[in-house]
């Protein structure tokens, strides 16, 4: 999945991002009548904020919790905990651990995860949430208020305290890692860990959680790399940066596996049970099973504050891609309004979601949150990574875009690349999608089935996100003039990245070259629409811009320019890797 899908729909996202210099919403001048697929991306992107912050909000509660001697979760006895409630901890006799009925049992840390976090007793189902628990809606106004200063200056901010929250994890997990081989019994998680067992693959929830841990940990489909990449430097080389996160986020993968599941392993020797009934998937591994494996160790409270501060870093380097993103698309398409006061427009993007969070901080907030996870990224996620990948492809062109890259860095992207884009990757996706839907199953939490109002809900709100698609179209249709093929065409104004670009005389003999040659091609590519270039110098720039001005198809729509006037709010040029275009004064035939 990461060599058909991931490594090739990543580089695909970097330079689509790079050479535009634009955000999810404003890059579709490749194709307008796509453009309801960056508005879908804003629409997937904007749901997963706001329940990914809640999961934040859980960590920030059991963080501030390890802050003690004694673990609360080490022990029965407290008011939360039920009749059974038993310390799972393995008796021992002369042959070693007796084994435990975990059945007929609770654990300690299940019951404060359940009954004392969420307060899910205090709920009758999805449809009676119940009142609001205080201490979660604070831990979720935290989780905010920190989203909202990490990214209150842009990528400016939020870039710095990426240098500490994306290093930071890994002297963590290295940590963590050399602790748990050194339990007795992480052998036998290790195992468990490297045995593949081949029937699960029959399940299309297996193949389906692939691609979405996938596009999860890479970014893909989220319009967060679109975003990123229009901050680089127009010849940043994103082929060698493709290859280095995709291969890193696998390895991270793999050695995070090794550290849970030696653990894992420990947690089975000491109460007696084989690995599998002590592993769980989803928020019970997190917030379930490995706090309960931190109480069997020596120092717990050290051990689990450094798990939950791993979790919490890790958590707030995606949340700041997911604001950015949503930020940075709407304000491409209004700069002149809120590009000036964007730090106040990120703040009231931050009130309106821990507003629409709430839900999720009542009593039977998790029902919620788990109709979101499974609907809200799931099949729409899927159906705008295809067709971002056949609009570039195949209306956009694929010549077209990896002459583009050439442009870039120098050279055009190999087979590989061009197979996965052309066929490989949309075909696969696509074939998941389709066994998805054949192979439908229904949410659950725990023995908590949904209701069929829930679960039509859920399916309305992946939908959602697919209906954006045929909505744009219908926008562009109506909004532009010319044929339903001429709509669909690439905006002739799209240029490469507002870069200072020296006058051609003054370029080596090979740059101007390939410059023109470049420029000439788009010319023939642009079906006869009147364009004119013109070698402009704006007051007080020591450089001048190559500057496409084109005339018919989009004549009532403001022509650019790649420079802001001087004076003008924002930052422009290359320097500041700013990005945004300005309209062309009235002199030089803009509206």
């Known amino acids: 999945m990461l060599a058909i899908c991931g490594i090739p729909l990543f580089f695909l996202e970097l330079s689509l991002g790079q050479f535009s210099s634009l955000g999810p919403l404003a890059v579709w001048k490749i194709s307008p009548l796509f453009k309801g697929a960056g508005a879908a991306m804003l629409l997937i992107v904007g749901l997963v904020a706001i329940y990914y912050n809640m999961i934040i909000a859980y960590v920030l509660f059991y963080l501030f919790a390890s802050l003690t001697s004694n673990l609360p979760w080490e022990h029965c006895g407290n008011w939360w905990n039920t009749d059974l409630c038993l310390e799972h901890r393995g008796s021992k006799d002369g042959n070693g651990a007796l084994p435990l009925n975990l059945t007929s049992t609770v654990s300690p840390s299940e019951e404060y995860w359940s009954r004392y976090v ?5 709920s009758r189902g999805i449809g009676s949430p119940g009142q609001i628990r205080w201490n979660l809606c604070l831990c979720l106004l935290l989780a905010w208020v920190i989203v909202f200063l990490c990214i209150l200056k842009g990528v400016k901010s939020s870039g710095k305290v990426v240098y500490f929250t994306a290093t930071f994890p890994y002297l963590i997990l290295l940590m963590l890692l050399v602790r748990g081989v050194t339990l007795p019994g992480a052998w036998k998680g290790i195992q468990f860990y490297l045995t593949p067992q081949f029937h699960h693959l ?28 229009s901050y680089n430097t127009f010849h940043q080389n994103i082929y060698r940066d ?19 599941f030696s653990v894992l392993g420990y947690m089975s020797q000491e109460l007696g049970v084989p690995v599998d009934q002590v592993a769980k998937a989803g928020p019970g591994l997190a917030f379930v099973v490995y706090p309960q494996a931190m109480t069997m160790l020596p120092l717990s409270p050290f051990w689990s504050f450094l798990f939950f501060f791993m979790l919490l870093t890790l958590g707030l380097d995606s949340q700041f891609a997911f604001l950015e993103t949503i930020v940075t698309a709407v304000t491409d398409e209004f700069p002149y309004y809120l590009r000036p006061k964007k730090a106040v427009f990120s703040g009231l993007i931050c009130v309106a979601m821990y507003l629409m969070g ?9 029902y919620w949150l788990v109709l ?43 087979l590989y690349f061009r197979a996965c884009w052309l066929f490989l990757s949309p075909a696969t996706l696509l074939a998941l999608l389709v066994y998805s839907i054949v192979k439908y199953q229904p949410s659950e939490y725990g023995s908590y089935r949904f209701p069929a109002w829930a679960e039509l809900l859920g399916i309305l709100m992946g939908l959602l996100s697919c209906l ?13 003039e010319g044929s339903l093929w001429e709509v669909s065409l690439p905006h002739p104004c799209l240029l490469p990245a507002p870069q200072p670009v020296a006058l051609p005389w003054a370029q080596p003999l090979e740059q101007k070259t390939r410059l023109l040659q470049y420029l000439f091609q788009g010319l023939q590519d642009s079906f006869n629409w ?26 009532r729509s403001p022509v650019l320019w790649p420079l802001p006037p001087p004076g003008a709010p924002g930052k422009g040029g290359a320097q500041s890797k700013d990005h945004g275009y300005w309209p062309v004064p009235t002199c030089l035939g803009g509206t």
Request: hydrophobic fraction near 50%.
């Open 372 to 414: 979101l996870d499974d609907y809200s990224a799931s099949f729409g996620l899927m159906v705008v990574v295809i067709t971002t990948c056949l609009a570039v492809t195949r209306v956009y062109g694929i010549q077209r875009f990896c002459r583009d890259i050439h442009m870039m860095l120098g050279f055009k992207p190999g």
């Open 358 to 366: 709430l839900v999720l901080t009542t009593d039977g907030g998790m």
């Open 118 to 122: 969420l307060h899910i007793q205090g």
């Open 530 to 555: 009147e364009e004119h270039f013109f070698l402009t110098s704006s007051l007080g720039y020591e450089s001048a811009q190559i500057c496409l001005v084109c005339g018919r198809l989009w004549g």
């Open 468 to 480: 954006m698609i045929p909505a744009g179209m219908l926008v562009a249709v109506l909004r532009e």
């Open 202 to 229: 029959l399940s299309s929830k297996v193949w389906i959680e692939a691609a979405l841990q996938i596009f999860y940990s890479l970014g893909v489909g989220f319009g967060g790399l679109l975003t990123f990449a």
């Open 242 to 260: 493709t290859f280095i996160v995709t291969l890193g986020n696998a390895i991270t993968s793999i050695l995070a596996g090794f550290a849970i």
